[in-house]
Nanobody, 125 residues
Framework: QVQLVESGGGLVQAGGSLRLSCAAS????????MGWFRQAPGKEREFVAA????????AYANSVKGRFTISRDNTKNTVYLEMNSLKPEDTAVYYC??????????????????WGQGTQVTVSS
């Protein structure tokens, strides 16, 4: 069992930046692909970014490409999401997730086995 705990959310003005962190428990973090998803009120949970276990590959939703960066530190069992040039439409609860099996970047929620509780990001205009 893996526990994921997100942090770093908050209120920021449009154009600002935030860095989300997701700390994982357990000894197998380095073997998991990791992803970030978000869910705005009344909307489906959507893919934001993903990274392979060794950080060799990353993937981004078109809506965040060029503004967000996913990274990980396997020595700290932590995955990060650096968010720059934030827009009001980025407002959502952000979740990190762990994929035990695929070993690659996956954009669908059903591939992920463990989820954090989420952290709120609010971008004011």
């Amino acid at each position: 069992q893996v526990q994921l705990v997100e942090s770093g959310g908050g209120l920021v003005q449009a154009g600002g930046s935030l860095r989300l962190s997701c700390a994982a428990s357990g000894r197998t973090f380095s073997s998991y692909a990791m992803g970030w998803f978000r869910q705005a009120p009344g909307k489906e949970r959507e893919f934001v970014a993903a990274i392979t276990p060794s950080s060799m590959r990353t993937a981004y939703a078109n809506s965040v490409k060029g503004r967000f960066t996913i990274s990980r530190d396997n020595t700290k069992n932590t995955v990060y999401l650096e968010m720059n040039s934030l827009k009001p439409e980025d407002t959502a609860v952000y979740y990190c997730a762990a994929d035990r099996y695929s070993g690659t970047v996956v954009v669908v929620t059903t591939a992920y086995d463990y989820w954090g509780q989420g952290t709120q990001v609010t971008v004011s205009s």
